[in-house]
Structures are given as C-alpha cells and as structure tokens.
C-alpha cells in the first residue's frame, strides 16, 4: 500500500473507533472519495488489534481488576470485579446473535451505502443529544446491573449498521439509564473488548484461509492506529468531563448533511 493509504486507514480507524461517529461509516467513504483498493484481511486484524491495545493500554487498572475477577470466578469467589466481568460477557452476546445473523442472511452487504451512513449518523446523533440531556448522571459502574447490562448490550449490536457508532450507541444508552458520561464511555469501552477480540479473531481466520502474507505495511498500519485509537480515547473523556457529547452530535449532523447534498448532486452514488 502507498504511505498515504496506511496513515489515512490508520488514522480513520484509530480516531473514529472510539469516537462517537462511526468507525464503519468512515472506512465505507474512504473508498468512495479515494478510490483505493481494499487494503486486506491482514491489515484488517492488525488494525482491529491496535485499536484493541489501546483500550487495554489506556484502562489498564479495570483491566487488571477485570482479570483478577475472573479468576476469582474460576476458583468459586464472586467479586465486584468478577460481577462485571459476567455483565460484559452477557453484554456481549446480543452482538454476537446480531452478527452471526447479519453474516449468515448477507443483510449487512446491503447496506454499507454512503446513505445509509449519512441518515444513521444524523439519527443516531440526535438519540445521543436526546440521552446526553434528558439522561439523569447518578449511576457509577458499581450500580451496572443485569438490566442495564443487557440494553446496553443490545444497543452494542445496532453498531453493526453502518454510520450508528459501537461507542456512541452504548454511551447513549448507557447516559439514557442514568451513567455518568466517564462511567457510560468506560463500560462502553470495557464492553467493546470482548466484541473486538471475537471480531480480530474472525477476521484473522479469514485472513489465513485466504493465505495473505504478513507485510511491512500492515504492521504500520496497525502501529499507527494503535497510536491514533490511544489519542482518541484520552481526548474522548477529556471532552465528556469537562463538556458534553455536543461536539460530537453537531459532527455526526453536519457528515451526514454533506453526505447527503454530495448524493443529492450526484457527485457521490448511494
């Protein structure tokens, strides 16, 4: 791949990942406005691994604590950390039905157009503005329940439609049951670790079916985003300590209106 094809993917997915405004979306334009080829099932895993590294690497204390819980559940002692591991686990699973079944029907080829990224950017925006004002800010990650878990977890599976947002759907559903932004957007991403590790491991079995090489570029490119996914996340709750999810809602409205005037005049096909 030419350099300014792995700092652009790298960046994209890095940035966009765990902001939220749609890393699917994104990687569904980039094709359109440039014209690149796709970039491999390799480059794919690596970049699914770099974005993955950088929550570890970022929330390593919960990490830790997450870890630690479960084995304390392998060895028959139930933790508050042990708790949350099998919240995320059953948070997890919605995604996973939804996958499998989006995969199997061939549903998700279908729309993976640059309108369906346009209105879900727009609508999803507006549920998240709706939730991050009208949302109560009482509930820490120690009052996460099975309830809340769970919706949560089928917010997650929506993200699996391009232009929606696997961190913006879950922090607005999380900020719509009463969690602090920080507390929404940490189970957000701490949920979002069993989901991109089953996502890397599909991906990297694709990858050696198809027999492609591990290369230079794709190293990079997972280096990068690595880098990118680590900026992105500090900034992420840099920005919902101190203000709100608004600079993000009024992104997401704006993609989505260029989108669609660019469709309107035909400079860009749906």
Request: some cysteine; overall charge neutral; hydrophobic content about 60%.
């Amino acid at each position: 791949m030419p350099i300014e094809q792995i700092l652009v993917l790298a960046i994209i997915q890095g940035i966009t990942e765990f902001l939220p405004i749609s890393s699917s979306g994104h990687l569904i334009l980039v094709p359109i406005f440039t014209g690149w080829a796709d970039q491999g099932l390799v480059t794919d895993v690596l970049v699914h691994m770099g974005s993955l590294l950088a929550i570890i690497v970022y929330f390593w204390r919960d990490v830790l604590e997450l870890c630690r819980g479960g084995v304390a559940l392998l060895k028959g002692r139930v933790t508050n950390e042990g708790r949350l591991v099998v919240l995320i686990v059953l948070g997890t699973i919605p995604a996973v039905l939804f996958g499998l079944f989006l995969r199997s029907s061939g549903f998700l080829d279908s729309i993976r157009g640059p309108q369906i990224v346009a209105f879900n950017a727009i609508f999803f925006g507006l549920v998240m503005l709706a939730a991050d004002w009208l949302g109560r800010m009482v509930k820490r990650m120690e009052d996460m329940t099975l309830g809340p878990a769970l919706i949560i977890g089928v917010a997650q599976a929506l993200a699996l439609i391009p232009g929606t947002s696997r961190s913006g759907i879950t922090i607005t559903a999380a900020r719509a049951l009463g969690f602090t932004r920080p507390e929404a957007a940490r189970f957000s991403f701490l949920l979002g670790i069993p989901a991109m590790i089953g996502a890397g491991v599909l991906v990297l079995g694709e990858a050696a079916r198809s027999g492609e090489p591990l290369t230079g570029d794709a190293l990079l490119t997972g280096a990068v985003t690595f880098l990118c996914a680590l900026a992105a996340i500090a900034f992420l709750m840099a920005v919902i300590r101190r203000i709100s999810l608004l600079p993000f809602v009024i992104y997401r409205v704006l993609l989505g209106i260029i989108l669609l005037v660019l469709i309107d005049a035909g400079l860009i096909f749906a």
